[in-house]
DNA sequence: ACAAAAGTGTTGCTACTACACCCATGA
DNA sequence: TCATGGGTGTAGTAGCAACACTTTTGT
């Protein structure tokens, strides 16, 4: 049995929707190695860390100035030679996030802070692609039987806001009648005395997610279109 | 930031079906801390580990002599003063094997190793208790949409082999006719051409579980009952 | 009046639930 | 012939997929 210790990285897969698109936020790295790569923020745990949780948090904090954010733990990646200084875990987060309501400010230890669109991502440091398509994944699976989608949208939201998430993160298009029937019925959207800002056309309806007649569903939901 | 390391284990929380409740492989321990308490098997990721799941693999057969299994990871936890020793991360492996075909033999770090029913466990070392809820948690929705069940009976089982699994798991009891309608619609279910052994009454037939079918499935299939 | 997106219903089909009895075998 | 689990069918229902047009608003 070896009792030598290793290092422990936590980093985060911050993801957004930006017009229809899925994005990631990304640092650019000021110190080797991979110097200049785009990479996910993160960095090691802290003695002041009492929770894996609230490292991940801490470091996003410093790294982006992104706080205050919806964090679950995906999965830790502990490949040999992932990290060229020596063996490393990393315990990867997703977070799921409003873009809009960002201020991004990069950490001292980071030359840029920046949004990426998934589908056309920058050479990533480590195995950071790795981590961003597993993320991917597990927002794919969720988005079928939780509430997730509704951390991407703001509290106040269209009919079409909501579709627009389930779009970008399935990846297809969905029927919006069905659409729109199905999330009716579960109960879960709670309709507001509210339309949308203005625009040259129709003004649409406002909605609020409803966190309490979620957990009255019966069983797991299924969000499936 | 910190540049400090610390100690990572891999820990499998091993589950098999006997006689239709579902049991849990566990150490006793030899050495402090929490020495002769009952335990996960596992340990400290050893320099030779290519990867997080051959360190899993290698520390369950080193500690039980249970080899050549289906594994999977599960989750990391590393909150603070859950090892005495000093801030550990343990890497979580859910383990899905067929008890009978067994041979357990204790490693020599360890006075012992068994099988416990998870309804009916010891006191635990570490959070070692938390880690096992957590296994069952995600075997409970694993068995409905992927053939994790057939990994908990032989090659050739008969139905009620696989309901009685179902029913393990999820800890309640189904219907029988529904049950085998549903299973045998799926297409992943091989009728054999034998039956069980002779019993006081009716023999049942044999299936065998065909991958094959099983990804040529659309979607992801859902075997919720 | 036009451009743009909001909003709406029906039909056919599939798949689920609920439910109880006869069958085959060995002792 | 009995005890034991093996094996089967139906009817009602609910929920899903597929599908195209009318409405509302601002310009």
New interface residues.
Partial sequence: ????????TVDTVALAIEQGALEVLLIKRKFDPFKSSWALPG?????T????DE?AARELLEETNVGDVYLE?L??????GRDPRG?T?T?AYLALLRQEELELKASS?ASGVAWWPVNQLPELAFDHADIISYARKRLRYKIEYSPAAFMLIPEKFTLRDLQMVYEAVLGRSVDNRNFRKKFLNTGVLQELDETSQETSFRPARLYNFSEGEFERLPDRPVFLF
Avoid: H, N, P
């Fill in positions: 049995m070896s009792t030598e210790t290793v290092r422990v960095g090691f745990i802290a003695d860390d009492k929770t894996l490292a733990q999965y830790s990646f502990g490949e040999k063996r875990v315990v230890d």
